[in-house]
């Protein structure tokens, strides 16, 4: 996930580092005090792929952007709750006392409802950008894991060049991020992920005014928009915006700077 708080200049390009596997931040000197978090897409879940909507955003806000344990070579991913804890310990550590903003991209919907189900630090908003919502059986996720760890370990083996196989597009600008996360994905990892993500059971109890602050974004031509359905039903009082004519993750893709704009809208709207 990366994060953003309200800032009065624009703040410095940084690294964190500590246990949690967030590699990349942007930040200032002073401790941030809120912050506007986003999970990542799941085969390019790095930090660095969130950078053009970061720096977009810096101006205004601090931003924090984790990479998940599964895609951090050498590091071993537990399971959701202890990627949970690992974020929460860091943003605490660093003087974190409200996030703004959580921005969720595919399979980092699920890490993200269990950050806003499990965390005691406040959060304004939710935005799923194109959220892997699927409730799959336990046999066949144990299926799916070697065939994931194939594909995105394809990327790496073949630099990028297996892109347009798996996603709508094989755009120059993100193969980096999924070769590098081809390149630090583990069997392992991906066989954990997959044994607690996506779990065929109810998705997780929200509040109708956290529902109220939450938006629950589709593409009309992505094929994640066949759980808009289920979501609606599970979330009445959420917000349910579609892109007409978009892919998956489309807009933020290939215009970040306008994706991130509309995140701003919120708090514009306060002002």
């Known amino acids: 996930m990366y994060m953003i708080s309200h800032t009065g200049r624009p703040p410095l390009a940084g690294e964190f580092t500590s246990e949690l596997p967030q590699s990349h931040a942007i930040t200032d000197e002073r401790p941030p005090s809120r912050l506007y978090a986003a999970a990542q897409p799941s085969s390019s879940n790095r930090a660095e792929s969130s950078g053009p909507v970061a720096s977009a955003l810096a101006g205004r806000f601090f931003c924090v952007m984790p990479t998940s344990t599964v895609y951090c070579a050498g590091q071993t991913y537990a399971d959701k709750a202890d990627e949970v804890r690992q974020i929460e310990e860091f943003l605490r550590g660093q003087g974190v006392e409200r996030v703004e903003m959580v921005v969720a991209s595919s399979i980092g919907a699920d890490l993200a409802m269990a950050f806003l189900t499990q965390t005691q630090i406040p959060v304004g908003y939710v935005f799923f950008d194109g959220g892997q919502f699927a409730q799959i059986g336990k046999a066949t996720r144990r299926i799916m894991g070697p065939m994931l ?71 009309s031509a992505e094929d994640h928009f066949k759980y808009r359905a289920a979501v609606m039903q599970a979330y009445p009082a959420g917000n349910f915006p579609v892109f007409d004519g978009y892919n998956h993750m489309q807009y933020q893709i290939r215009d970040p700077k306008g994706f991130a704009a509309m995140m701003e809208l919120p708090f514009l709207q306060k002002e």
Do not use: H
């Not at 630090?184 to 929200?206: C, H, T, V, W």
């Open 149 to 219: 760890y194939l594909a995105i370990k394809s990327l790496y083996w073949s630099k990028g060049a297996t892109l347009g196989k798996i996603m709508w597009c094989s755009d120059e600008a993100i193969k980096p991020y999924f070769v590098a996360a081809g390149k630090a994905l583990s069997y392992g990892n991906i066989r954990r992920q997959m044994a607690d993500s996506l779990e065929d059971k109810p998705f997780p109890p929200l509040s109708k005014e956290l529902q109220k602050r939450c938006f629950f974004e589709f593409g």
